[in-house]
């Protein structure tokens, strides 16, 4: 027998950023292929030791693909993801980090089995 593996997809709520923002739902693939992690992790650690603007626009692609897996109306385009990260640069430059360590820990779990309480 031949087992298939969906993309399954969770979501994250932004309340759990900011009680104005609940029920804000984004949705993340939490089963991607080891290969999309770990290029993105690469492109990650570029970041921060040589920020190119190719290594910044393959990263925001490879994590739209991450948020564009699940329902239609809760998808990041790469466009989405540039306007997401000006938008909230002056007024919530913390939201950018909080982002993307929620996306991470939250495949992380799915990679490990960790249950929600």
């Given at each position: 027998?031949?087992?298939?593996?969906?993309?399954?997809?969770?979501?994250?709520?932004?309340?759990?950023?900011?009680?104005?923002?609940?029920?804000?739902?984004?949705?993340?693939?939490?089963?991607?292929?080891?290969?999309?992690?770990?290029?993105?992790?690469?492109?990650?650690?570029?970041?921060?030791?040589?920020?190119?603007?190719?290594?910044?626009?393959?990263?925001?692609?490879?994590?739209?693909?991450?948020?564009?897996?699940?329902?239609?109306?809760?998808?990041f385009n790469a466009h989405?993801?540039?306007?997401?990260?000006?938008?909230?640069?002056?007024?919530?430059?913390?939201?950018?980090?909080?982002?993307?360590?929620?996306?991470?820990?939250?495949?992380?779990?799915?990679?490990?089995?960790?249950?929600?309480?």
């Open positions: 027998m031949k087992l298939t593996f969906p993309k399954i997809v969770h979501k994250i709520d932004l309340g759990e950023y900011d009680t104005a923002m609940q029920g804000q739902l984004v949705e993340v693939w939490v089963n991607p292929p080891s290969e999309h992690l770990v290029r993105m992790g690469e492109l990650n650690n570029k970041l921060v030791d040589d920020p190119t603007e190719e290594a910044r626009q393959q990263y925001v692609e490879l994590l739209s693909d991450l948020l564009s897996q699940g329902d239609k109306s809760t998808h989405d993801l540039e306007e997401l990260i000006t938008g909230t640069a002056d007024t919530d430059p913390r939201f950018w980090v909080w982002f993307q360590v929620r996306i991470i820990n939250e495949i992380n779990a799915h990679r490990v089995g960790l249950k929600k309480a």
